[in-house]
């Protein structure tokens, strides 16, 4: 039996790159066995040019990536999600969602690049190492054996995959 198709949302405060990078970066390491959204609990209302520019740098297709709110993905015609990851900091200045439903959920947190102050090479840095972090843990993430875990064992996976490089 053919294993299935796992929806999974990327939440940010402003939805204008890390939630984006990382919707990015699952659904080309997911091969089709993933399909990621990203989503803001305050969307700024636009992706960040130097996030547009670091995914095209790379190879990614830019064309349909908006900031949205995470509402859409509480209405009824919204997909079924099966996991929810926050990805903002932890910091007091830093609002996230808390998501409603039975997905399963966990916290990634990774610092936010368009919070850092400094010359261009400082601030490029800081998108490359914000895209760095969320590929290594997407990568481990789509390597685990879904199908084979249950609901414990994969709550303690996810949860150790977000502890990785975060200082936790």
């Known amino acids: 039996m053919a294993e299935p198709i796992y929806n999974g949302l990327f939440l940010c405060t402003g939805n204008s790159a890390r939630s984006i990078m990382a919707e990015a970066i699952l659904n080309r390491a997911g091969a089709g066995r993933f399909k990621a959204y990203s989503a803001g609990s305050h969307p700024k209302g636009r992706v960040l040019p130097r996030t547009i520019e670091l995914l095209k740098r790379l190879n990614y297709s830019t064309a349909e990536f908006r900031s949205k709110s995470w509402d859409e993905f509480a209405r009824p015609e919204a997909p079924h999600l099966d996991f929810v990851f926050t990805v903002c900091d932890q910091a007091a200045r830093e609002v996230c969602p808390i998501w409603p439903g039975q997905p399963m959920t966990a916290h990634w947190g990774v610092p936010d690049p368009a919070a850092v102050a400094g010359n261009e090479a400082e601030i490029a840095l800081a998108f490359s190492e914000a895209y760095r972090q ?35």
Request: charged residues 35%.
């Open 134 to 168: 969320l590929n290594n843990r997407i990568s481990i993430f789509v390597s685990l054996p879904l199908a084979r875990l249950d609901k414990l064992a994969l709550k303690k996976r996810l949860d150790e995959i977000g502890k990785a490089e975060s200082g936790d």
